[in-house]
């Protein structure tokens, strides 16, 4: 059943768990700011009006919400009515959201089905037991105040207004919301673990409500063509089986070749569910000074994405803008980029895979009180479930859970972190902290802002020696011979139509002419490109959002440059992909 054709964002949300049926709730719902926090005392969790409207699924600061309200909205409320299909009778109906920011609780037909805590991650309530036939009523309340220092809130600004590198903030409902029925058991949760060298695929699949009889079977195909297939008993919560794949093609930068994965799960001849995916082969290895992809050395050349858009904010209008950003990021001679101080929606790592395209996963983790152990607790479990969320994407290539920040009174917090990524995902490096103070880590990276181009090589000719990188901060553990790269480097201030410099802001000096631009641009990447102990860079940034005005492009995804100067550059051989 198509579900989402004409509604905003009205594409299948989550690519790697696709089932056939499904009911897209975005589009129009009644909306409330409750500044008092008494709705619940009023009633309004039975309640189908409120006050406004909002377009589900943006925020109700950003324009294509139709609120647009800016200030701070510590509590919001919305409500919609929906008709199950008659199709779904006798199944279990499952209700699902991308992201809420940031405490979500959630009422059908008056009744609480679930409450979840995370602005980044994903969730989804069983609410078979509360529908009756015909109309049905969805309540949300999201709770947001970014102020409290228990609240992971990425680059939201914590004033009344956006400021220096803090933007707008979101509140409430950012992803799409939809329904969807299952059998009397059904696959909760699929994990994928490549063997490239192998060439197979470790399957392991969670079952909700596992009993005896119930049987898994996967299939992977490459162009329609079944390529390997497996089967196993699911009478326990975990099923795991391994697929021997007759065709092994790898997913590579040039070539991100993907299977497609089909799993079923039966109780004795009869479907009780079925779901889609997909899956790329490929390996990550460390290998300093570089980072290895299927066994041969790639200078990641990254770039800094904030996924801000200038009418939806944190949501993309479109689907397609999620594919126009990679694509024009590809154009300009990046092959990856880091997610910065966001959680991404999960259809644009659905294109990175698509498009072959490197993503070093980030969480938003501004906003907390690092030496407050209900803070940091908070940020474990959201970082935990995007973790696992992410975990199948071929383009994710790393995990990066902290940016920045002051030092730790107690860095014990960090490393603590840093493990619990490796003991989710033991296939990808973790940088523990990106640019400042590392205490354990895979990959040392560091944060450089210089502008002139001849300070900024002499800023790493030592370590090209063999010494010691920049950026050592004191307290921090020492350098161990890990790759090392330059994870934010440019900033290039360039927005030639500003008339008032406190209106907008670029690192350095504003170069007069695109020529001038170009000629820092090119010296400053080139010392990277040619050092030879560094993995890659990645450079600030792709766009400019809101008042930080050094993107490459305008906030409005409008080059600045002729893209062919700007990959000229970026495309020059590395020293560790000669060497090699």
Same mark, same amino acid.
């Given at each position: 059943?198509?579900?989402?054709?004409?509604?905003?964002?009205?594409?299948?949300?989550?690519?790697?768990?696709?089932?056939?049926?499904?009911?897209?709730?975005?589009?129009?719902?009644?909306?409330?700011?409750?500044?008092?926090?008494?709705?619940?005392?009023?009633?309004?969790?039975?309640?189908?009006?409120?006050?406004?409207?909002?377009?589900?699924?943006?925020?109700?600061?950003?324009?294509?919400?139709?609120?647009?309200?800016?200030?701070?909205?510590?509590?919001?409320?919305?409500?919609?009515?929906?008709?199950?299909? $008659?199709?779904?009778?006798?199944?279990?109906?499952?209700?699902?959201?991308?992201?809420? *920011?940031?405490?979500?609780?959630?009422?059908?037909?008056?009744?609480?089905?679930?409450? /979840?805590?995370?602005?980044?991650?994903?969730?989804?309530?069983?609410?078979?037991?509360?529908?009756?036939?015909?109309?049905?009523?969805?309540?949300?309340?999201?709770?947001?105040?970014?102020?409290?220092?228990?609240?992971?809130?990425?680059?939201?600004?914590?004033?009344? @207004?956006?400021?220096?590198?803090?933007?707008?903030?979101?509140?409430?409902?950012?992803?799409?919301?939809?329904?969807?029925?299952?059998?009397?058991?059904?696959?909760?949760?699929?994990?994928?673990?490549? *063997?490239?060298?192998?060439?197979?695929?470790?399957?392991?699949?969670?079952?909700?409500?596992?009993?005896?009889?119930?049987?898994?079977?996967?299939?992977?195909?490459?162009?329609?063509?079944?390529?390997?297939?497996?089967?196993?008993?699911?009478?326990?919560?975990?099923?795991?089986?391994?697929?021997?794949?007759?065709?092994?093609?790898?997913?590579?930068?040039?070539?991100?070749?993907?299977?497609?994965?089909?799993?079923?799960?039966?109780?004795?001849?009869?479907?009780?569910?079925?779901?889609?995916?997909?899956?790329?082969?490929?390996?990550?290895?460390?290998?300093? =000074?570089?980072?290895?992809?299927?066994?041969?050395?790639?200078?990641?050349?990254?770039?800094? *994405?904030?996924?801000?858009?200038?009418?939806?904010?944190?949501?993309?209008?479109?689907?397609?803008?999620?594919?126009?950003?990679?694509?024009? $990021?590809?154009?300009?001679?990046?092959?990856?980029?880091?997610? /910065?101080?966001?959680?991404?929606? =999960?259809?644009?790592?659905?294109?990175?895979?698509?498009?072959?395209?490197?993503?070093?996963?980030?969480?938003?983790?501004?906003?907390?009180?690092?030496?407050?152990? @209900?803070?940091?607790?908070?940020?474990?479990?959201?970082?935990?479930?995007?973790?696992?969320?992410?975990?199948? /994407?071929?383009?994710?290539?790393?995990?990066?859970?902290?940016? @920045?920040?002051?030092?730790?009174?107690?860095?014990?917090?960090?490393?603590?972190?840093?493990?619990?990524?490796?003991?989710?995902?033991?296939?990808?490096?973790?940088?523990?902290?990106?640019?400042?103070?590392?205490?354990?880590?895979?990959?040392?990276?560091?944060?450089?802002?210089?502008?002139?181009?001849?300070?900024?090589?002499?800023?790493?000719?030592?370590?090209?020696?063999?010494?010691?990188?920049?950026?050592? /901060?004191?307290?921090?553990?020492?350098?161990?011979?890990?790759?090392?790269?330059?994870?934010?480097?440019?900033?290039?201030?360039?927005? =030639?139509?500003?008339?008032?410099?406190?209106?907008?802001?670029?690192?350095?000096?504003? =170069?007069?002419?695109?020529?001038?631009?170009?000629?820092?641009?090119?010296?400053?990447?080139?010392?990277?490109?040619?050092?030879?102990?560094?993995?890659?860079?990645?450079?600030?940034?792709?766009?400019?959002?809101?008042? @930080?005005?050094?993107?490459?492009?305008?906030?409005?995804?409008?080059?600045?440059?002729?893209?062919?100067?700007?990959?000229?550059?970026?495309?020059?051989?590395?020293?560790?992909?000669?060497?090699?």
């Amino acid at each position: 059943m198509p579900s989402g054709r004409d509604l905003p964002r009205g594409e299948y949300p989550r690519p790697q768990l696709v089932r056939k049926d499904w009911l897209c709730l975005n589009g129009r719902w009644n909306f409330a700011i409750d500044a008092g926090g008494n709705g619940e005392a009023l009633g309004w969790p039975a309640r189908a009006r409120l006050a406004e409207r909002i377009v589900v699924p943006f925020a109700p600061e950003s324009r294509l919400s139709g609120i647009g309200c800016r200030d701070f909205m510590p509590c919001v409320w919305y409500a919609r009515r929906f008709v199950v299909p $008659a199709s779904w009778r006798r199944r279990r109906v499952l209700l699902h959201f991308g992201a809420v *920011d940031y405490e979500a609780t959630v009422w059908v037909n008056g009744q609480r089905v679930g409450f /979840h805590r995370g602005g980044y991650s994903p969730f989804a309530f069983e609410i078979t037991s509360t529908l009756k036939s015909g109309s049905n009523l969805l309540v949300v309340r999201a709770v947001d105040d970014n102020r409290t220092g228990l609240q992971p809130c990425g680059k939201q600004s914590q004033r009344h @207004e956006s400021y220096g590198c803090r933007y707008s903030r979101i509140t409430g409902i950012w992803q799409s919301v939809w329904l969807e029925p299952v059998g009397p058991a059904y696959i909760r949760s699929l994990r994928m673990v490549p *063997d490239a060298p192998g060439g197979r695929l470790c399957v392991q699949v969670e079952i909700d409500r596992p009993h005896k009889g119930l049987t898994l079977a996967a299939v992977a195909r490459a162009a329609g063509r079944p390529v390997g297939q497996a089967s196993v008993a699911a009478n326990s919560s975990v099923a795991a089986c391994t697929l021997e794949l007759s065709y092994v093609r790898n997913w590579d930068l040039e070539d991100p070749f993907l299977y497609d994965l089909e799993l079923t799960l039966s109780d004795g001849q009869q479907v009780v569910d079925e779901v889609a995916s997909y899956f790329g082969l490929r390996t990550i290895t460390l290998a300093p =000074p570089a980072i290895y992809l299927n066994d041969r050395p790639v200078f990641q050349r990254l770039v800094l *994405d904030q996924g801000y858009y200038p009418a939806g904010l944190y949501t993309a209008p479109r689907d397609s803008d999620l594919k126009r950003d990679i694509a024009s $990021a590809q154009q300009l001679g990046f092959n990856g980029a880091r997610l /910065h101080q966001k959680v991404f929606e =999960p259809r644009f790592l659905y294109w990175a895979d698509r498009l072959g395209y490197l993503l070093w996963g980030e969480f938003g983790d501004w906003g907390i009180e690092r030496d407050n152990g @209900e803070a940091l607790r908070r940020l474990a479990a959201e970082w935990t479930q995007v973790v696992l969320r992410d975990f199948n /994407h071929p383009s994710v290539v790393g995990w990066c859970p902290f940016n @920045e920040g002051r030092p730790w009174a107690d860095p014990q917090g960090q490393c603590d972190v840093y493990e619990l990524t490796r003991a989710l995902d033991p296939t990808r490096p973790v940088i523990d902290s990106s640019g400042y103070h590392h205490y354990r880590t895979d990959v040392y990276d560091c944060h450089c802002y210089e502008q002139d181009p001849r300070r900024f090589a002499a800023l790493f000719r030592r370590f090209a020696r063999g010494g010691e990188p920049f950026y050592n /901060h004191p307290g921090q553990a020492p350098y161990a011979g890990q790759p090392f790269f330059v994870s934010e480097y440019g900033g290039i201030w360039w927005n =030639p139509g500003q008339k008032n410099d406190a209106a907008g802001w670029g690192y350095g000096q504003r =170069p007069r002419t695109k020529r001038e631009f170009l000629r820092r641009y090119r010296a400053l990447t080139t010392t990277l490109l040619r050092h030879p102990r560094m993995c890659g860079f990645c450079y600030t940034q792709l766009y400019d959002v809101e008042q @930080e005005v050094n993107g490459l492009m305008t906030y409005g995804r409008r080059m600045k440059f002729s893209p062919a100067d700007i990959a000229a550059v970026n495309r020059q051989p590395a020293a560790i992909e000669k060497a090699c």
